[in-house]
């Protein structure tokens, strides 16, 4: 029966494309899983819209990859863990793993200055990231920092060009050479490291979740015995990612848009944290 489980995917789901950047980061990490994406795009963006809707979209999301028969489920959103993970957790017996923003290793970075953490409205208003914001506060200047109208940017496209006046806009009360790092809390804003690297400049380190997500997975698939096991076709032939994408959106324009996203995320994944 384990062996069954073993071989069955790993469910991924975003309000869009943001949870890509994870998947990315995923695939280094577990190169022999298959994955089943899951782009909620019909109710994108989550980080605008009350609690009680982003929970019950998230459920959703959550019932219709397990219905696929996944093995494990990544919450590749900082939005809707922060209101969901514990419904999800209650609801399905597989391991579930969420994300907040990583403010832990900007402050264990030990770097002095502000450290502002660029999230949605919603993951900022959340008990989840105040608890989050509490127990780092007397260790750090922390400056929460919404990013209303960001993940739309991301999701139709933006360029860089536009993607810099919007930065512009966000800090103009913010002063960037007291910054120390900045935190991206919201999965589509590792779509635009290097745009906001760029406008930082490169005292400033940028921090995600992305490599903490992918390793406690590994982590934790490893302790419930269900990483795949590598078959010897599979050995011959070298690493074997699989991904299925899914959307709640017109897949005719999400898929392609997933798919593009994916190779951008692969081809700036090695130098994300540089
Ligand atoms: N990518 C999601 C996150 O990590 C949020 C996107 C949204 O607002 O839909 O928070």
Redesign the pocket.
């Known amino acids: 029966m384990n062996s069954v489980k073993k071989m069955s995917p790993i469910g991924i789901f ?3 494309v ?2 890509i950047s994870v998947l990315a980061e995923i695939m280094k990490w577990l190169p022999d899983e298959e994955f089943i994406y899951l782009a909620d795009s019909a109710n ?6 009350g609690c009680e809707c982003v929970r019950d979209l998230s459920i959703s999301a959550a019932r219709t990859l397990r219905s696929r028969g996944i093995k494990s489920l990544v919450v ?7 209101v969901a993970i514990q419904h999800i957790r209650n609801e399905f017996n597989i391991p579930v793993i969420g ?1 907040e923003p990583a403010l832990k290793p900007a402050v264990e970075a030990g770097n002095s200055g502000n450290i502002v953490v660029m ?2 409205p ?2 900022l208003r959340e008990e989840k990231f105040n608890r989050l914001f509490e127990r780092y506060n007397s260790k750090a200047e922390i400056i929460p920092l919404p990013c209303p109208g960001l ?1 739309e940017m991301i999701e139709s496209g933006a360029v860089q060009g536009q993607i810099q006046n919007y930065l512009i806009n966000l800090y103009k009360d913010i002063d960037i050479s007291k910054a120390s790092s900045i935190v991206l ?5 590792c779509l635009i490291k290097r745009e906001i690297s760029a406008f930082a400049g490169k005292k400033v380190l940028i921090v995600d979740g992305n490599e903490g997500t992918a390793r406690q997975l590994k982590r934790i698939l490893a302790e419930n015995n269900l990483l795949k096991e590598q078959t010897t076709f599979h050995r011959e032939l070298g690493s074997q990612n699989k991904v299925e994408f899914l959307t709640t959106g017109d897949s005719s324009v999400i898929i392609p848009m997933c798919e593009k996203f994916m190779e951008k995320a692969l081809d700036a994944n090695g130098g994300f944290n540089d």
């Open positions: 975003d309000s869009g943001g949870g994108a963006p989550y980080g605008i819209k590749a959103c900082n939005t809707a863990t922060s994300m999230a949605t919603l993951t993940v809390g919201c999965t589509h804003y």
